[in-house]
């Protein structure tokens, strides 16, 4: 694809000037952004590994439930605005590539342009107490 | 639209293709003759809602007490909801996308015999973009312009009157510079110029812009302009 569609360009736009982390994907599930904010909590700047398409995402990062337990695929937010087109949230523990682990709320939304075209996936992330 | 109007003569189907519903690109439709003779059929394409039909929303002008003929009462008319993608008339291959200005708004990229038009009336490329002009990816109307033999392109404000109207979705006339470039067209044809600039201000910044242009030619959008793509 030479260009990106019109929806993401202007997201992206606007991700980069705020300072929630926020992590976008076209609507093949490749990871196209994330913001500066992001960066901080994912242990790596977005330039020095990304874009990362779909299969290199999966196991990029380890992602566990708030107990340590595994988290299937299919229950991350991500992967639900992705698959299903609907809203998604829950808390979880990920590693960092810093090696840092970290708690955070994730919230992932579908992107939905006019006309029902499906463009990806935002989402927007806290850290927490772990 | 409506000067246009008059020199259609001999033909039985007129397109109108519309990149969106602000005023100033829609005031001249109902006054655009061939819409008025049921000899002539018109299908007008305007950018898709995912509310309401082009026709729905064209109705609110196109109907008392803002005009005094109804869509319906119009014989010989037809209006196209384009999404993103492509379409044929006639033989020309009319790509739109969606670009940066307020609201749902269109480019239109017309190609025929490897020739190629791209129309970019209203377009702010560089809003909030921290790299403009050096990243295609991530640059509004780059798919539509890109290799172009004429772009027609917004060239609304000088770089003082942008900072103050950042948002307002036009380019400034570096800019616009910027954006041909990127985009490697061979001809830009400067447009939809602010209606507060005069003669005097319009040929000054044709000349800065002649100079400045690196690989492709300026040319003045100008009132009845035909060019040859």
Redesign the interface.
């Known amino acids: 694809?030479?260009?990106?569609?019109?929806?993401l360009?202007?997201l992206?736009?606007?991700a980069?000037?705020l300072v929630i982390p926020m992590w976008m994907m076209d609507e093949q599930g490749n990871l196209i952004y994330y913001n500066e904010s992001a960066e901080g909590l994912l242990g790596v700047h977005f330039d020095d590994v990304g874009p990362i398409n779909s299969e290199q995402l999966v196991g990029k990062w380890q992602v566990t439930q708030m107990d340590g337990s595994p988290l299937p695929d299919y229950d991350f937010p991500v992967v639900v605005a992705l698959s299903k087109h609907k809203p998604a949230h829950r808390s979880l523990r990920f590693q960092g590539l810093d090696g840092v682990w970290r708690a955070v709320e994730v919230t992932a939304l579908p992107l939905e342009?006019?006309?029902?075209?499906f463009l990806g996936v935002l989402a927007t992330f806290w850290e927490v107490d772990d | 639209m409506r000067a246009l109007g008059a020199e259609v003569r001999d033909v039985e189907k007129v397109d109108v293709l519309i990149t969106h519903l602000h005023m100033d690109h829609i005031q001249g439709l109902p006054f655009f003759s061939p819409l008025h003779d049921p000899d002539i059929w018109v299908d007008v394409w305007g950018?898709?809602?995912?509310h309401q039909s082009l026709q729905e929303r064209l109705n609110r002008y196109l109907s008392p007490p803002l005009f005094p003929i109804r869509i319906r009462d119009l014989e010989s008319v037809a209006f196209h909801?384009v999404?993103?993608g492509e379409f044929h008339l006639d033989g020309i291959q009319v790509t739109a996308?969606?670009?940066?200005h307020p609201g749902?708004t269109l480019g239109f990229r017309l190609e025929e015999g490897g020739r190629a038009l791209t129309y970019l009336p209203d377009h702010e490329p560089a809003?909030?973009?921290?790299d403009f002009p050096n990243d295609?990816?991530?640059?509004?109307g780059?798919?539509l312009a890109?290799g172009a033999d004429v772009l027609i392109h917004d060239s609304q404000y000088t770089d003082e009157e942008y900072a103050e109207r950042l948002g307002w979705g036009h380019s400034s006339y570096t800019h616009v510079l910027g954006f041909a470039g990127l985009c490697e067209v061979d001809r830009l044809m400067t447009f939809h110029h602010d209606p507060g600039h005069t003669d005097e201000t319009l040929d000054e910044a044709h000349v800065r812009l002649q100079q400045a242009a690196r690989g492709f030619e300026v040319i003045p959008g100008t009132h009845g302009a035909v060019i040859e793509v």
């Open positions: 694809m030479a260009q990106q569609p019109l929806e360009i202007l992206r736009q606007l980069s000037h342009g006019q006309d029902g075209r | 950018p898709v809602s995912s909801d999404a993103p996308d969606l670009v940066s749902p809003l909030g973009a921290h295609s990816y991530w640059t509004s780059y798919a890109r």
